[in-house]
């Protein structure tokens, strides 16, 4: 298993501001996801951060927005810019171990409320 | 769009019932897991069932999965209070490679003792 540290647990913010959420994780991982759980809904991959290159983002996220940083193989950033309301959500950091299959393993997420 | 569908999206039974959660996908996977999460928190992953699995056990959680007609079920037997929360099911997002799972919009159980 994996043990991953994720802060802020939340935050409140005001709109047209940025936050930056931190995940640390305690062992080397070549790829880091990052996830958005708006309120009530289910979990949207935003991005996979490799280590020593650009993060990849899924349709419908731009770098601009959600800008990541992966500096080493257990560290990994998420940045919120200029937030809006539309932006409340549960920003989680996951990993993943491949033994049978896919398992993720998940830090306890950063409730962001936009205000 | 999200991959997996999983009714009901709200579930409410009384402790000691068994609990029955459904899931349907689109395309091919390598593997489906189901995973819980209590109160908004972090996701904690529950069993993973590979596509030449039918059933798979753990503890008190039965998983079945159905590659002919894309879905798959999650049965909570003897259910527990402590057993509320939101449940997903989730798949594979290009069905093997590393690329981050595709994830279901949920089914939300609350056991009333």
């Known amino acids: 298993s994996a043990v991953i540290s994720q802060k802020p647990s939340r935050d409140i913010c005001q709109r047209g501001t940025s936050l930056t959420i931190q995940c640390q994780v305690d062992?080397?991982?070549?790829?880091m996801f990052w996830y958005r759980q708006q309120p009530g809904q289910s979990l949207t991959l935003i991005a996979t951060a490799n280590q020593g290159s650009e993060a990849t983002y899924e349709s419908g996220f731009v770098i601009d927005k959600f800008p990541i940083s992966r500096p080493n193989l257990t560290f990994s950033t998420l940045t919120v810019s200029n937030m809006s309301p539309e932006d409340s959500s549960i920003y989680l950091c996951s990993v993943e171990r491949r033994v049978t299959g896919v398992e993720a393993f998940f830090g306890q997420g950063t409730r962001l409320t936009v205000v | 769009s999200q991959q997996g569908e999983e009714d009901p999206q709200a579930l409410s039974i009384q402790e000691g019932e068994n609990a029955t959660m459904n899931c349907s996908y689109k395309?091919?996977?390598?593997?489906l897991q189901w995973y819980r999460q209590n109160s908004g928190r972090g996701l904690v992953h529950l069993i993973l069932i590979r596509s030449n699995e039918r059933e798979k056990h753990s503890g008190r959680l039965r998983v079945t999965l159905d590659t002919s007609k894309k879905s798959s079920s999650l049965l909570i037997t003897a259910s527990r209070a402590a057993d509320t929360a939101s449940y997903f099911c989730?798949?594979?997002?290009?069905?093997?490679?590393?690329?981050?799972?595709?994830f279901g919009k949920g089914t939300h159980l609350i056991i009333q003792p």
């Open positions: 989730a798949t594979d997002k290009t069905g093997g490679g590393a690329d981050g799972l595709t």
């Open positions: 062992s080397q991982v070549t790829m």
């Open positions: 395309t091919s996977i390598n593997n």
